[in-house]
Structures are given as structure tokens and as C-alpha cells.
């Protein structure tokens, strides 16, 4: 059979993690999302009425712990911005000057690296292209003086999770290569006096490119249609892909996920809380032993109002409010604080120390070199970002490309009264420094970012000299000594003094 299928075809893995992705992505949108998310998020109930469901989903809120999570985890490795080595000669080097707007947009490359260190993070994986400016028909050869002189030179592309559509590679020496990498791309441009969206799929495979777009025909189904193709000077597809936890290619599952569904919860919870809240502040009036044409008056329908009364023949009717007790607002709201209390301790576990086995737990208890979750994440991404700066490299044939260096010098604030007790024992006993001990403050998180150990030094001297200075001045004893350094000899106390 003919294969049908277009260049918008997705892979296994894509669709394995579509589902993942969009969670996340409704969690990120934040309350707007998720309400447009509609029932995917909040179901409705069993016979509810469809009014019923759209106003509990108008009173919907979220606390959005999974981006609160999310921003705190990623702040970690970016308290000091990303750097290249101090190894390269920084007149000679031009990634220095790169790094200031690597990719062509104003972006330096912390700030880009954030970026991309976010997106995976949020999604489990994400992608760079290493792309470089197109030569167009008819240009003459160039060299790479004339790119210089020209100012071209190899640039980053954020590629979203999801816009990878399809990846395919094989093992070429033990290592896996790419072969094939489909992208889903979207742009908005102007169509007369309106707009419209054009899709496109961009094709890589080593040393070429093609770019596919939808094309819409009057009565017919829209189609792909291949509208460029050029080759580039690489032999290999210049796309890198930053796993937190890789399972297969293109596939690793997000960090947070757990969180997120939990998240999803609390959503679904608050929104049947807010709805038993509204109906709780309004009490519902009932009858008994009351005939209701005769209480309605016209057509059954009774009258409520401040100018009203109710009145019946019967001698057994009566009127009385029915009030919620409210017994189903506390469930709600334990329920509710439990979830909360849970997702709060959640990006603790990130940055917990996790030793690998028992030589490394005593290596860690000595020297604490074990890894938390974060920090593993955090060097792996370290290399994607050395790929990514070589690829840069390759495009311009100037050999090794630079290495970076990024913050892992961080973990749990843990109470850690044991270690810390030690800690503080040492430094009494002056078997540790001063620099030592606070250096141990600093990796706790106990001591602010911008602290300068040298400029609280000094400040610790000048609180000391003035409080001698006031001690001095403010002593009664008239034959106390000005000096302290010049204190007498205490006299012996004589037998049976007190």
C-alpha cells in the first residue's frame, strides 16, 4: 500500500509525549489555560448540567505550584551567570563576543541558557539548533575571512519540545547519530488586510535541508508541498537535545510531572470547593405540610423578598430555612491543605544529596561530593551546552570549541543539626578557618548570594572597637583603667572571702 502520510507525520515517542506536554503547558498558562482546557482538566460531574459545570469552572483558581516549583529549581544553577572558560585567548576567541547576542536576537547566552535549561526542565527534554546564515543563489564563493568581515557566524535556535515532530538516528562507533529530524514550524504574516498562520516542516538530515509548507487549493484537501531545499557545509544534523532523564530518543519524562498532576488535583478540588462555598452562603427555603399552587399564588411561583409574606391555610404548614452545616467545606479544605503542604515539599527532593553506593556515600560524608538530583540535571546540561558551542565551532572549522561553567554548588537546606553541630565544634576548637566555616554557611543557602567575607570582617572590627570605645566612656569606676589591654592582676581573694 502507498504511504499517505505527510512530512506532519509524528513518531511514537512525539506522541508518547504529546500528552505530558500538554499538561505542563496548561499548568504553565497558568488559571487562563487551564479554564480553556475546559473538561480535560475539569471533568464534569455525573449528571451535571452544563450550566451547572461552567460556573464552577468560572470560579476556578489555580495555585500554580508546579511553576512556582519549576522557577525556583531553575533559579538554582543561575545565581551566577553562565561563563565560558578563562582558558581562551578573549582577543583571539570570538566566542566571547558571540556569547554577548548568541542567537542573533539580543540574547546573550546565560540568558539564552536559562531558556532552554527551563523548557527542559518543564518538559523533560529540549532542543537548540546550531543554525548558520543561508548563502543566497548565485553568490560567489566565500571564505571564512569573508564571513568575518561580514559578520556570519553560526547562531543558537530554542527549538520547543514539541516542535520536534519526528527523530530518527542510528549507531555509528557505539554512539548514536541523528539522521533525520522533522520541525514543526508556525508564522504569522500578513495576508492583505488581515493575517494568516502558515505552517511549515522543516526536514534535516545531514547536509541538507528541505522546508516543506501546508498549501490550501480552492475545494481540495490542503497538502505539503517541498517549497526550498539547500545543502550546508556539515555532515551531520547540527541539533542538540538536553535530556533531565532520558528513557529513548526523544523520549524522557518531565521532572515535574508527578507534581503536576497533583497540581491538576488541587485544581479539580479548589473548583468543587469554591461551588459548595457558593451554595452554602445562600440557605434554601423549604415548606412542609404546605399545598404549592396555594403558596405560589399565580402559576406556583412563590414570591421572596423583604415586602413578601408567606402564608398558608393549613394547620400543619409551616416555612423554615434548610442551611449547609458546612461539614463538606472543612473535607474540602483539610483536602486541600494536605495537597498543598505536599507539593510544596516537592522540589525538595531535587535537592537532596544522592550518593550511588556505599564507596560514594563515605566519599560524601567526608568531602560532600555527592550529586542531588538537580546538580546531575545540571551537568548534563552543562554538556549539551559544550555540544552546542562545538557545533558553533564546526560550522566555522576553528577546531575545539569552548567549555562553560555553570553553578552546582548548591543542595538542600537541610537542618542537618548533626553536621552542622560538628561544624560549629570545629571552628570553636579553631581545627577549621573562619573562611572554611562560612563557605559552609554559603553552600547551606545561609548566608545572601552577594555576601563579601573580607567587607563583614572589617565591619565585625568596627563594632568591636566602638564597643570597647563605649565601654570606656561609660564606666563609672573611676580607677578602672582606660586600656583593657592594661587590666592589673586581679588580687587573690583572701580566706573565706565571699
Same mark, same amino acid.
Given at each position: 500500500m502507498a504511504d499517505d502520510k505527510g512530512p506532519d507525520n509524528r513518531s511514537a515517542a512525539y506522541n508518547r509525549m504529546a500528552p505530558r506536554w500538554d499538561l505542563i503547558n496548561n499548568l504553565l498558562g497558568g488559571t487562563e489555560a487551564m479554564r480553556l482546557a475546559g473538561e480535560a482538566r475539569l471533568p464534569r460531574h455525573q449528571e451535571e448540567s452544563d450550566n451547572s459545570w461552567r460556573r464552577r469552572l468560572e470560579l476556578a483558581t489555580l495555585l500554580n505550584m508546579t511553576e512556582i516549583t519549576l522557577d525556583m529549581l531553575v533559579g538554582k544553577p543561575f545565581t551566577d551567570p553562565v561563563r565560558l572558560d578563562e582558558e581562551s585567548d578573549k582577543d583571539s576567541s570570538p566566542f566571547h563576543e558571540w556569547a554577548e547576542d548568541i542567537d542573533l536576537q539580543g540574547n546573550n547566552l546565560d540568558v539564552f541558557a536559562r531558556r532552554w535549561f527551563r523548557d527542559g526542565m518543564a518538559k523533560g527534554l529540549s532542543h537548540v539548533l546550531v543554525d548558520m546564515p543561508r548563502l543566497q543563489p548565485g553568490d560567489t564563493?566565500?571564505?571564512?575571512?569573508?564571513?568575518?568581515?561580514?559578520?556570519?557566524?553560526?547562531?543558537?535556535?530554542?527549538?520547543?519540545?514539541?516542535?520536534?515532530?519526528?527523530?530518527?538516528?542510528?549507531?555509528?562507533?557505539?554512539? +548514536?547519530?541523528?539522521?533525520?529530524?522533522?520541525?514543526?514550524?508556525?508564522?504569522?504574516?500578513?495576508?492583505?488586510?488581515?493575517?494568516?498562520?502558515?505552517?511549515?516542516?522543516?526536514?534535516?538530515?545531514? @547536509?541538507?535541508?528541505?522546508?516543506? +509548507?501546508?498549501?490550501?487549493?480552492?475545494?481540495?484537501?490542503?497538502?505539503?508541498?517541498?517549497?526550498?531545499?539547500?545543502?550546508?557545509?556539515?555532515?551531520?544534523?547540527?541539533?542538540?537535545?538536553?535530556?533531565?532523564?532520558? +528513557?529513548?530518543?526523544?523520549?524522557?519524562?518531565?521532572?515535574?510531572?508527578?507534581?503536576?498532576?497533583?497540581?491538576?488535583?488541587?485544581?479539580?478540588?479548589?473548583?468543587?470547593?469554591?461551588?459548595?462555598?457558593?451554595?452554602?452562603?445562600?440557605?434554601?427555603?423549604?415548606?412542609?405540610?404546605?399545598?404549592?399552587? +396555594?403558596?405560589? @399564588?399565580? @402559576? @406556583?411561583?412563590?414570591?421572596?423578598?423583604?415586602?413578601?409574606?408567606l402564608a398558608t391555610r393549613s394547620e400543619n404548614g409551616k416555612f423554615y430555612y434548610v442551611e449547609h452545616t458546612g461539614a463538606a467545606i472543612k473535607t474540602g479544605m483539610e483536602q486541600l491543605k494536605h495537597l498543598e503542604e505536599v507539593m510544596s515539599a516537592y522540589g525538595a527532593q531535587f535537592l537532596r544529596n544522592k550518593p550511588g553506593d556505599l564507596k560514594a556515600t563515605v566519599r560524601a560524608l567526608d568531602t560532600a561530593e555527592a550529586l542531588s538530583q538537580l546538580q546531575a540535571i545540571t551537568l548534563s546540561f552543562k554538556d549539551a551546552l559544550e555540544m552546542a558551542l562545538q557545533i558553533a565551532t564546526d560550522w566555522m572549522s576553528l577546531g575545539d570549541g569552548p567549555s562553560v561553567e555553570m553553578n552546582v554548588d548548591f543542595g538542600l537546606n537541610d537542618p542537618d543539626e548533626a553536621g552542622w553541630a560538628a561544624i560549629e565544634s570545629a571552628r570553636k576548637r579553631r581545627e577549621i578557618s573562619r573562611q572554611a566555616y562560612i563557605n559552609e554557611m554559603k553552600r547551606r543557602g545561609w548566608l545572601a548570594d552577594d555576601y563579601d567575607a573580607e567587607e563583614d570582617l572589617e565591619q565585625i572590627a568596627e563594632e568591636a572597637e566602638s564597643l570597647i570605645t563605649g565601654a570606656a566612656t561609660t564606666d563609672l569606676d573611676p580607677g578602672q583603667p582606660d586600656d583593657p589591654e592594661q587590666d592589673p592582676e586581679p588580687k587573690p581573694r583572701e580566706p573565706g572571702a565571699e
Open positions: 564563493p566565500r571564505t571564512l575571512a569573508d564571513d568575518k568581515a561580514d559578520g556570519l557566524r553560526p547562531y543558537f535556535v530554542h527549538i520547543p519540545a514539541e516542535s520536534v515532530i519526528f527523530m530518527s538516528g542510528t549507531m555509528v562507533g557505539g554512539r +548514536e547519530v541523528l539522521d533525520h529530524v522533522r520541525i514543526a514550524e508556525a508564522e504569522l504574516v500578513r495576508d492583505g488586510w488581515g493575517e494568516k498562520l502558515v505552517q511549515r516542516i522543516r526536514v534535516l538530515e545531514p @547536509g541538507k535541508v528541505e522546508l516543506w +509548507e501546508e498549501v490550501k487549493v480552492k475545494n481540495r484537501k490542503a497538502q505539503w508541498q517541498k517549497v526550498d531545499e539547500w545543502t550546508t557545509d556539515l555532515d551531520y544534523i547540527p541539533l542538540v537535545t538536553f535530556y533531565t532523564d532520558r +528513557e529513548s530518543l526523544g523520549v524522557a519524562k518531565p521532572p515535574l510531572l508527578d507534581l503536576a498532576y497533583m497540581n491538576v488535583r488541587h485544581w479539580q478540588l479548589e473548583a468543587d470547593l469554591n461551588n459548595i462555598v457558593s451554595v452554602a452562603c445562600f440557605p434554601m427555603l423549604a415548606m412542609s405540610g404546605v399545598d404549592t399552587n +396555594e403558596a405560589g @399564588g399565580d @402559576g @406556583g411561583l412563590m414570591r421572596l423578598g423583604p415586602n413578601q409574606i
